[in-house]
């Protein structure tokens, strides 16, 4: 049964804000400001639910399977741009982590609001993504109602995927559909409606959370480092050098030249250097440990390793 409008905290005034259009610049942005404030402490709220997705993302994952992100309007933005930044990042393959958002590539730039309030086409974008059962699917509604989103989860949920729901109300259609439901309640906005705002970055930052938590699961990071980054402009070449400093205390210089007989991959320099090894050997102790630095270096030294 649906959530009716009247009692959606997405859909309530903001007490705090009612009298918003006749305040000062300055007092206006304190009250935006100040209801910003409230959302960390909303997704804090939720930490248990959020690892719950994560370990469940990265128990497919590992069997190959993907991390696909739907959503409409802001949502749908946030999904695409979380989505975008893993392959610089984490070097994945574009195909590993996708957004997408109900109306295509066009409602990125241009609002194409009416698109969520289609189910059916929410089915086929599930059918167009071939989703399958090793697939983790995401949806995010800030409301928790839209029909594209249901859609895609009902059907998603048919073909055997993990599914998981992000909304902003404590209670959602989705819940009852959804593995795994993260319900972060942020409160009325400052303008009523405008999910862009606390629900937006409330959204946003549990994408953070998923994607940077999976992908240092799956090996992507060594102590604090994205040692997986790909290097395609100036200021990542320079990262990367520095993430290899970093990473085994070698000079700059010394950093340079295992950057370039590393072919240019911090992740194997670091193993490189910290086992002694060609580049050949380093390769193979990164197979062998599944991608884990920590555990590469383990295997070498014939310690043992605690990488989960």
Same mark, same amino acid.
Request: aromatic fraction near 4%; hydrophobic fraction near 40%.
């Given at each position: 049964? #649906? ?6 905290? %997405? ?7 009612? /009298?918003?259009?006749?305040? *000062? %610049? ?9 209801? /910003? ?28 399977? $993907?991390?696909? !992100?739907?959503?409409?309007? %802001? ?6 741009? /979380? ?27 241009? #609002? ?35 029909? !594209? ?25 989705? *819940? ?19 999910? $862009? ?14 994607? %940077? ?14 040692? /997986? ?9 320079? $990262? ?11 000079? !700059? ?46 295997? #070498? ?8």
């Amino acid at each position: 049964m #649906a959530v009716e409008d009247d009692i959606l905290v %997405t859909e309530t005034q903001n007490e705090n804000s009612m /009298d918003i259009d006749k305040a *000062d %610049t300055i007092d206006a942005l304190r009250i935006m400001n100040n209801e /910003d404030k409230k959302v960390a402490y909303a997704v804090e709220k939720s930490l248990s639910d959020i690892a719950l997705a994560v370990d469940k993302i990265v128990e497919r994952m590992r069997k190959g399977g $993907r991390l696909l !992100y739907f959503g409409a309007g %802001t949502s749908g933005r946030l999904a695409i741009l /979380d989505a975008a930044e893993c392959p610089p990042t984490f070097g994945t393959d574009p195909e590993m982590v996708q957004g997408i958002m109900a109306g295509g590539k066009d409602a990125l730039s241009i #609002a194409k609001e009416d698109m969520e309030d289609h189910k059916t086409e929410g089915i086929l974008e599930a059918e167009r993504n071939r989703i399958t059962e090793k697939d983790s699917v995401i949806g995010l509604s800030a409301s928790g109602q839209a029909p !594209y989103i249901i859609g895609v989860i009902e059907e998603a949920k048919r073909r055997g995927a993990l599914t998981i729901s992000i909304t902003c109300n404590e209670k959602s259609p989705m *819940d009852n559909i959804v593995d795994v439901n993260i319900n972060v309640v942020v409160g009325p906005e400052i303008l009523m409606g405008s999910t $862009r705002l606390k629900a937006g970055t409330a959204q946003k930052m549990i994408l953070n959370m998923i994607s %940077t938590a999976v992908m240092i699961k799956l090996g992507k990071a060594y102590k604090n480092l994205m040692v /997986d980054l790909k290097p395609k402009n100036r200021k990542l070449v320079e $990262r990367a050098k520095r993430i290899i400093m970093l990473g085994t205390g070698v000079s !700059y210089e010394e950093a340079e030249r295992y950057f370039e007989i590393s072919k240019r991959n911090p992740k194997l320099a670091i193993v490189m250097i910290e086992t002694k090894s060609d580049f050949d050997r380093a390769q193979k102790l990164l197979e062998e440990a599944g991608g884990f630095v920590s555990k590469a270096i383990s295997l #070498a030294r014939g310690t043992e390793d605690l990488t989960p």
